[in-house]
């Protein structure tokens, strides 16, 4: 994650829990407090996972903010976007990058059922406990 998504989510429920926390940022040279690594880009982020993480990490989760989402969507990596689409107009200030279609297609409906994520095709109201992120219709979209 960027360092402002982990400035932004409250202390007491930082680190997040059962994973292992990477901080994106090109200026701190040491973790900020609770987290589990610094990067200083991809490149580093993804090496430790490959190196010092092997052994303990089988998947990668990008989970913002709107920067890195941005990089990632745009680079050839291999992606896989998993996607909440809240049913409800809130007051923003940082947005999901657009999806652009020759990037990214939907996956089919059968796929999307096997999944690890009961509830991806489940249709729920965006709830404030939430935070509003749990609401909505949730779509993998997997990059061509
Ligand atoms: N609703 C959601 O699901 C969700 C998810 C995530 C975040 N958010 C929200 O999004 C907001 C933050 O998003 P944001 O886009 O403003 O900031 P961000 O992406 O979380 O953090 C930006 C910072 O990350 C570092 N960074 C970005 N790209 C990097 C790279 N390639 N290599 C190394 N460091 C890099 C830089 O830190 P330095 O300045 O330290 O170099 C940069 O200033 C927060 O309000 C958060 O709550 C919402």
């Known amino acids: 994650m960027g360092r402002k998504t982990w400035f932004s989510i409250p202390e007491k429920n930082r680190?997040?829990?059962n994973r292992i926390n990477i901080v994106l940022s090109r200026q701190l040279k040491a973790p900020p407090a609770g987290a589990h690594f610094v990067a200083a880009d991809f490149a580093a982020a993804l090496n430790l996972?490959?190196?010092?993480?092997?052994e303990r990490a089988d998947q990668v989760w990008?989970?913002?903010?709107?920067s890195i989402y941005k990089e990632i969507m745009e680079s050839q990596a291999p992606?896989?976007?998993i996607v909440t689409r809240v049913q409800k107009q809130f007051e923003c200030d940082t947005?999901?990058?657009e999806i652009r279609p020759e990037q990214f297609r939907l996956l089919p409906e059968s796929f999307r059922r096997r999944t690890a994520?009961?509830?991806s095709l489940r249709s729920t109201r965006a709830s404030s406990s939430?935070?509003?992120l749990g609401g909505g219709i949730k779509m993998?979209?997997?990059s061509f």
């Open 130 to 132: 939430d935070g509003g």
């Open 140 to 142: 993998l979209i997997k």
């Open 49 to 54: 996972v490959d190196s010092e993480l092997a």
């Open 117 to 119: 994520f009961p509830t």
């Open 95 to 97: 947005f999901f990058p």
């Open 62 to 66: 990008i989970i913002g903010g709107s």
């Open 15 to 17: 680190p997040l829990q």
């Open 79 to 81: 992606r896989r976007l």
